[in-house]
């Protein structure tokens, strides 16, 4: 597996809305871009610090993987996602490492990225994210 680089952390989050004007007002940061990702069942909203994305993560509805996130552990850190080279080798090697995976096939997440889930059972509690951007 190729990891280049920290793509970004997410942040679950009860309400965009207060949790972007804490990012803006309090940290300073400008947050450059809000989107829904329907079949994920949430909005994202996403700030740059260096190199480094966060993206904050509210659920659109209650049955989605954030609700669920939110309604057993609370806000915050959701996930750490990965970039990598060629999502569908990283996948099948974690795979020949035992790692368990959420995706079996790399589906599109925020911002247009190709993206695939680990199971945090199997990466030491933490829900791994590997994205892949296949626009540059």
Do not use: W
Request: hydrophobic share 40%.
């Amino acid at each position: 597996m190729e990891t280049t680089h920290i793509e970004h952390i997410g942040i679950a989050v009860k309400s965009l809305e207060e949790s972007i004007r804490f990012y803006e007002d309090v940290l300073g940061l400008k947050c450059y871009n809000i989107e829904e990702v329907a079949d994920q069942k949430v909005r994202t909203a996403f700030f740059m610090v260096g190199q480094t994305k966060i993206e904050l993560l509210e659920s659109t509805a209650g049955d989605g993987p954030v609700a669920r996130f939110l309604e057993k552990r609370g806000e915050g850190i959701h996930h750490i996602a990965f970039a990598v080279k060629g999502i569908e080798d990283a996948l099948e090697h974690a795979h020949k490492m035992g790692v368990h995976t959420i995706d079996k096939q790399p589906r599109k997440g925020a911002e247009g990225l190709d993206i695939a889930f680990l199971h945090p059972k199997s990466t030491f509690g933490v829900l791994t994210e590997l994205c892949e951007d296949r626009s540059k």
